[in-house]
């Protein structure tokens, strides 16, 4: 079968310049201990005309990219997390390698990042005005904090989340107080939520809750939403594609239409 080449950029751009593009959009000294962002699969001499931005890497975006003539896939969650001890044709890392497509992963640094993440989840949540930083353990500014215009209740905001995101399902804990002062972690940041507290949030949007701590969230009097790991995240892969499309012009950046949570519900 043929490759259905859409039209790419137009010349050519070293990969490691890519790599120096996000690097200002995200910088990746600014990052988690435990985590692996960075240029992880390819050569930076590398020619790319053209890039697809996804939050994952799986086998049918690599065959997305393929299909369509892109030589490099960004990626918000790292292909390569935890060392690896082979590389087999079920790897990410094996498809990458076979179709000449190289690799750059920014996770923790994006969602530190100005506009990254947070900041994109922090607007979809309803938030307007000015924000302040929530720090995690280690001291990065990993979330965002803001106040609604108008107060509501919990169960309407959990919904107007749900739509804004376009998630699969919200599940939520009522602390019975009105949602005014919300503070948000993309991702798994429900081990964050006493800091959220700490800094005077009533609500708390996160992905990955676990049973524990939606019942904890009653007694520290915390509303609590979890709104899915890949919903809380995914709104930045367009805006990362436009930031880059912005500063790198002569090279074509495309969003996945492939990549879709992984988690289904019925």
Do not use: W
């Not at 959009?25 to 053209?50: C, K, M, Q, R, W």
């Not at 997305?64 to 079920?90: C, D, T, W």
């Amino acid at each position: 079968m043929a490759k259905n080449i859409r039209k790419a950029g137009k010349s050519v751009m070293k990969a490691k310049e890519i790599y120096k593009a996000v690097d200002q959009i995200a910088p990746f000294t600014v990052h988690a201990s435990y985590d692996n962002p960075g240029f992880l699969v390819g050569d930076g001499e590398e020619d790319v005309n053209f890039a697809l931005v996804s939050l994952d890497i799986t086998p049918r975006v690599i065959e997305e990219a393929h299909m369509i003539g892109a030589q490099m896939i960004i990626s918000h969650h790292p292909v390569i997390f935890r060392p690896l001890k082979n590389i087999h044709p079920e790897n990410p890392v094996y498809g990458l390698l076979r179709r000449g497509i190289s690799a750059i992963c920014a996770h923790t640094n994006l969602d530190c990042a100005k506009d990254g993440v947070n900041d994109t989840l922090i607007r979809l949540a309803g938030v307007e005005g000015d924000t302040e930083i929530l720090y995690d353990g280690e001291g990065l500014p990993i979330g965002r904090i803001g106040e609604l215009s108008r107060a509501t209740d919990i169960h309407n905001f959990a919904i107007k989340v749900k739509h804004a995101l376009t998630a699969n399902c919200v599940r939520y804990a009522d602390a019975g107080k009105a949602v005014k002062k919300i503070a948000v972690i993309g991702g798994a940041g429900a081990d964050e939520i006493e800091k959220a507290i700490e800094a005077g949030a009533d609500t708390f949007v996160t992905g990955d809750v676990k049973y524990h701590q939606f019942l904890d969230a009653g007694n520290l009097g915390i509303n609590l939403i979890d709104a899915g790991h890949f919903a809380t995240e995914n709104p930045v892969v367009k805006v990362l594609c436009d930031k880059l499309s912005e500063v790198l012009p002569e090279v074509r950046f495309e969003v996945s239409s492939v990549h879709g949570d992984c988690i289904l519900t019925v």
